[in-house]
């Protein structure tokens, strides 16, 4: 009796504990919305970082997923100055990192893809997630050689793509057709110096060779988009604005996605009316490595007589 007592209480532990495991339909679910947040502020792909999270973490069940709150399996490296846990992987005890809760292994993950190695990603374009899959696969970030088919598997199986169309505002590439009835000159992508009659807008490029045009006043993403045979949400991508964006006349509009460092290697605020944004506009470097650059958060400011590092990392010990 007793011996069937402990195999009824060994099979209801496997039952209870196979019952545990989450799904990967339920772990997309859970962790899409901070993949579309990163996606808006990072520039990453949403489908690409639920992809490699669902790959690495075996769907949030992974024991260092589970134990250590590490979605990605990001070792420790040498810059990691945060809690560790060590676990058998390439080589017998590896170091690995851990977070306080699973949101900032999401973070530590988009933070981690702005280093230099990974620079070409960010020349991609956004919604090509299978080109992101294959250089990342040539950046290093994995040993395996079937590393790029295994993400766009789960991608296409899954339907992650569709959380990139939806952080970039639901928008869904299609070919519009032109309306004959306007006589209008039109840009495209193979001849971008043609100047469009209607607007008058000018490709230009600027210092660290990024095409881009000056706008008229109240002219929208779309506009714009639409004169160059763009999407709206590559406007709204690479300049760091939102949907119902209007432009004042003489903003810079990027036609490309800007650069992860600027031409020159600092900028000094001269005035308290300069913000990030602007900054990032006039020197074309992306949000987000302005931020990370100067080690400033989402929401902080700056002010006149502050030095902005454009280049490299500011120092720890900088003011």
């Given at each position: 009796?007793?011996?069937?007592?402990?195999?009824f209480v060994f099979s209801l532990s496997l039952f209870w504990a196979a019952a545990a495991q989450m799904s990967r339909e339920d772990y997309i679910d859970k962790y899409k919305?901070?993949?579309?947040?990163?996606?808006?502020?990072?520039?990453?792909?949403?489908?690409?970082?639920?992809?490699?999270?669902?790959?690495?973490?075996?769907?949030?069940?992974?024991?260092?997923?589970?134990?250590?709150?590490?979605?990605?399996?990001?070792?420790?490296?040498?810059?990691?100055?945060?809690?560790?846990?060590?676990?058998?992987?390439?080589?017998?005890?590896?170091?690995?990192?851990?977070?306080?809760?699973?949101?900032?292994?999401?973070?530590?993950?988009?933070?981690?893809?702005?280093?230099?190695?990974?620079?070409?990603?960010?020349e991609l374009d956004i919604m090509d997630y299978k080109s992101w899959a294959k250089e990342l696969k040539n950046a290093g970030y994995a040993t395996n050689p079937k590393y790029?088919?295994?993400?766009?598997k789960i991608i296409e199986d899954n339907e992650l793509y569709k959380y990139d169309q939806l952080a970039m505002g639901n928008y869904k590439p299609e070919k519009k057709q032109?309306?004959?009835?306007?006589?209008?000159?039109?840009?495209?992508?193979?001849?971008?110096?043609?100047?469009?009659?209607?607007?008058?807008?000018?490709?230009?490029?600027?210092?660290?060779?990024?095409?881009?045009?000056?706008?008229?006043?109240?002219?929208?993403?779309?506009?714009?988009?639409?004169?160059?045979?763009?999407?709206?949400?590559?406007?709204?991508?690479?300049?760091?604005?939102?949907?119902?964006?209007?432009?004042?006349?003489?903003?810079?509009?990027?036609?490309?996605?800007?650069?992860?460092?600027?031409?020159?290697?600092?900028?000094?605020?001269?005035?308290?009316?300069?913000?990030?944004?602007?900054?990032?506009?006039?020197?074309?470097?992306?949000?987000?490595?302005?931020?990370?650059?100067?080690?400033?958060?989402?929401?902080?400011?700056?002010?006149?007589?502050?030095?902005?590092?454009?280049?490299?990392?500011?120092?720890?010990?900088?003011?």
């Amino acid at each position: 009796m007793y011996k069937y007592a402990l195999t009824f209480v060994f099979s209801l532990s496997l039952f209870w504990a196979a019952a545990a495991q989450m799904s990967r339909e339920d772990y997309i679910d859970k962790y899409k919305d901070i993949a579309m947040a990163n996606m808006q502020e990072f520039k990453i792909p949403a489908s690409i970082t639920l992809a490699q999270a669902v790959l690495e973490s075996n769907n949030g069940n992974s024991d260092l997923a589970s134990r250590s709150n590490n979605h990605f399996g990001i070792k420790c490296h040498s810059d990691w100055t945060g809690k560790k846990t060590y676990h058998d992987d390439d080589k017998k005890g590896e170091c690995f990192r851990v977070y306080n809760k699973v949101e900032d292994s999401y973070a530590d993950h988009s933070e981690f893809l702005q280093k230099t190695r990974y620079a070409k990603c960010f020349e991609l374009d956004i919604m090509d997630y299978k080109s992101w899959a294959k250089e990342l696969k040539n950046a290093g970030y994995a040993t395996n050689p079937k590393y790029p088919a295994l993400l766009i598997k789960i991608i296409e199986d899954n339907e992650l793509y569709k959380y990139d169309q939806l952080a970039m505002g639901n928008y869904k590439p299609e070919k519009k057709q032109k309306d004959k009835t306007k006589k209008v000159e039109r840009h495209t992508n193979d001849d971008l110096k043609v100047i469009d009659l209607s607007t008058r807008l000018v490709v230009q490029k600027s210092p660290n060779k990024i095409k881009y045009v000056v706008a008229e006043e109240g002219q929208t993403p779309e506009e714009i988009a639409e004169m160059f045979d763009l999407g709206s949400w590559q406007i709204t991508s690479y300049n760091d604005v939102s949907n119902d964006k209007v432009f004042n006349d003489g903003d810079v509009v990027y036609l490309q996605p800007k650069r992860r460092k600027a031409a020159v290697p600092y900028h000094e605020v001269t005035s308290d009316d300069e913000t990030l944004e602007s900054v990032s506009q006039q020197y074309g470097i992306k949000l987000h490595s302005l931020r990370w650059k100067n080690r400033l958060k989402k929401g902080d400011q700056i002010h006149k007589g502050m030095k902005l590092y454009l280049q490299k990392r500011k120092p720890d010990s900088a003011e």
